[in-house]
């Protein structure tokens, strides 16, 4: 996920072909639950008793989600956010595929724009698991997607500073990062089967 091919040359940076397609497929996966989301949550605005597709049960509740004030901490429906910034990682990963050299400049930006991404993503992580009590569906299609990217962003960033070869701890997690995300995943599943045993799981048996 993480073949970076760096270059001497001011042109910019270009990573290899397996990492432009995930960045590409990411980006796709991330635009289409976002979208998923925004229609949803107008077909609910038009029709209150609507209940959307990602209603599954009690606990795998979308529709139960996008009334609380949470699901538009900015004024508007998070997957708005969603929308738009999936369609520039849509964009890097085409430029990516492309061979196209992206300037340093473009992936730290990408990379603090990823960060931002990963943090809302654990807040609203919190807010489903110990706030709210509901799961989204679709939410979580965005989570699985928004923490791989965050990581191959920042990864590509530390071997582009050299930070890589001066930290063993970096290193470590730059060789390991597939290790990383595994826990960082297993982590977030463990917290939900946890939360939501009682009230679900349990029951499933």
Wanted: charged share 10%.
């Amino acid at each position: 996920m993480t073949d970076v091919e760096t270059s001497q040359r001011p042109a910019g940076v270009a990573v290899s072909r397996p990492a432009a397609v995930w960045i590409l497929l990411a980006g796709i996966i991330g635009e289409v639950a976002a979208f998923v989301l925004t229609v949803e949550k107008v077909r609910q605005l038009q029709n209150p008793s609507y209940v959307p597709s990602c209603s599954i049960n009690p606990v795998l509740s979308c529709g139960s989600i996008m009334v609380t004030k949470q699901a538009s901490l900015f004024g508007f429906p998070n997957p708005l956010i969603g929308i738009v910034s999936f369609t520039l990682v849509i964009v890097t990963g085409v430029l990516a595929w492309s061979k196209v050299r992206i300037p340093q400049w473009y992936w730290v930006g990408l990379l603090i724009g990823t960060t931002l991404g990963a943090v809302f993503v654990h807040w609203l992580i919190f807010q489903s698991l110990y706030e709210i009590g509901k799961l989204c569906p679709w939410c979580m299609v965005v989570w699985s997607v928004t923490i791989p990217t965050f990581l191959f962003v920042t990864v590509r960033n530390l071997h582009a500073f050299g930070l890589v070869e001066r930290s063993r701890a970096v290193g470590f997690v730059a060789r390991n990062h597939g290790l990383v995300l595994m826990v960082w995943v297993l982590t977030i599943v463990a917290l939900i089967v946890i939360r939501f045993w009682d009230e679900y799981f349990s029951t499933l048996y």
